[in-house]
């Protein structure tokens, strides 16, 4: 069965045959924005690790890699994308292989229904009512686990973000529906205090939402488990036809895959804010295992193993599928609300689409 592959040492990925192997090097790492040269901060230790490039799905590379140009051509003959991140744990960007799954008709109603402000205002305003819901289950979860001035803080962020939503049907243009977006998000991380101030999490400070850089250990949890929510969710867009540049909530723009940011505003609170809240509530994550640097928080490489070795368990962990009659991965929910688009798409009138309210 494939699965991710995530590589944190430094060193250099070659190919012999169909077999992947990776030559670690030793060495400590310079920094991107200090390195001057371009050459590999470390020196090879000799040391091969191999692995067959039938199980690999995609690869992550959080440590300095070396690889040329016939190895992505081997990669792209696999279909296997690659996504990097620099050395603060940062997501710089993906290497996506070439399409294989061509739809015409598909990228036509993807462009119509970005172009047309009816139909883009459906998806988007579905997009925010899926998020918000999530946003809502995620707290409603922790508030009767809670007593006293935590109680009541969690409610009060529960119902700003109720009252948000009773607007979502009265807003016209994209902005507004960002901005119910926005403010049910400032509402709710507004109860992340009262829900971690208890255990190992009481040695957490979190006011806001703080992303460039950000400013504490919580910030820095949520910056890095987006981006990991964000690729994630681009490697699902790809095993699909729809294009990854076309999107309805956010703005299509250069540089990003901007519909991946849509659908992974539905996931975050399900996948990246419940993994936040046990490895900090578990004491599995703590303040050591952060940095400070270039005027922010970052996590360093053994929190980042943990954080990424929880996430992979969480992607793989099932749940029942209430309409499917069986048990699916978190992964694969991902995928399915892929082919919801599509089928709306396709089908508007007969196929409407709902993004996922999760039901746990």
Not at 190 to 212: Q, T
Not at 285 to 312: N, Q
Request: hydrophobic share 35%; with cysteine.
């Amino acid at each position: 069965m494939k699965r991710p592959y995530y590589i944190f040492s430094s060193g250099r990925l070659r190919r012999r045959q169909n077999t992947l192997f990776f030559e670690k090097a030793a060495g400590e790492r310079i920094p991107d924005d200090q390195d001057e040269t371009g050459e590999p901060s470390g020196t090879p230790t000799g040391e091969r690790i191999p692995f067959p490039v039938e199980q690999v799905e995609s690869l992550y590379f959080f440590g300095e890699v070396d690889l040329n140009s016939k190895l992505l051509t081997f990669l792209a003959r696999h279909d296997i994308p690659a996504h990097f991140y620099d050395y603060y744990g940062n997501y710089t960007g993906t290497y996506i292989p070439r399409d294989y799954l061509h739809s015409g008709r598909l990228r036509i109603e993807q462009v119509l229904h970005y172009v047309r402000p009816k139909r883009r205002r459906y998806l988007a305003r579905a997009i925010v009512e899926a998020a918000t819901y999530n946003l809502l289950r995620v707290l409603r979860y922790y508030v009767n686990r809670l007593e006293g001035e935590r109680r009541e803080a969690v409610a009060e962020a529960i119902a700003t973000i109720e009252q948000e939503r009773t607007q979502l049907r009265s807003a016209e243009k994209i902005p507004e529906l960002m901005g119910i977006e926005g403010r049910s998000r400032e509402a709710y991380y507004s109860a992340w205090p009262s829900i971690l101030a208890d255990g190992p999490g009481e040695a957490f400070v979190f006011e806001k939402r703080e992303r460039r850089p950000p400013s504490n250990e919580i910030n820095a949890l949520i910056s890095f488990g987006n981006s990991l929510c964000y690729t994630t969710t681009i490697r699902q867009i790809h095993r699909t036809a729809l294009d990854p540049t076309i999107s309805y909530l956010h703005e299509p723009g250069a540089r990003r895959f901007s519909l991946a940011l849509d659908l992974s505003e539905i996931f975050k609170p399900i996948l990246v804010d419940r993994a936040i809240f046990r490895l900090v509530k578990t004491g599995e994550i703590t303040p050591r295992h952060f940095e400070e640097r270039l005027g922010g928080v970052y996590l360093k490489e053994e929190g980042r193993r943990i954080f990424v070795r929880h996430w992979d368990e969480r992607l793989r962990q099932t749940v029942y599928h209430r309409r499917l009659e069986r048990h699916v991965s978190y992964e694969r929910l991902i995928r399915l609300e892929c082919y919801k688009l599509i089928r709306h798409l396709l089908d508007p009138k007969n196929e409407p689409y709902r993004g996922l309210h999760m039901w746990w």
